[in-house]
């Protein structure tokens, strides 16, 4: 489902969007691209500590091929809605 975003991404070097996050699921997975374009990802790991963004990173940097450091969270760290951007490593 982020088959859009992964071919923004090879041809600009970044792309940001933002992502609806539903934590303490059974697994991490794109659940589907709302209709505002937002993706909705269910994380499995509870939001404390920062647990569910770290996984939500995780996830994220093995769907683009980066590692977790060219994945910025640009805003709502603690909320459901945030907005990320993920930057193509430099050589």
Do not use: C
Request: charge should be positive; hydrophobic fraction near 40%; glycine fraction near 6%.
């Amino acid at each position: 489902m982020l088959t859009d975003l992964k071919a923004e991404f090879r041809q600009k070097g970044t792309v940001q969007f933002y992502v609806r996050v539903r934590s303490g699921m059974a697994q991490t997975a794109v659940q589907s691209i709302m209709d505002d374009e937002s993706v909705k990802i269910h994380v499995a790991a509870i939001p404390e500590n920062g647990k569910a963004n770290a996984e939500l990173k995780r996830y994220l940097a093995d769907e683009f091929g980066v590692t977790k450091e060219h994945i910025k969270m640009l805003s709502g760290a603690s909320n459901r809605v945030k907005l990320i951007r993920v930057v193509r490593p430099h050589p």
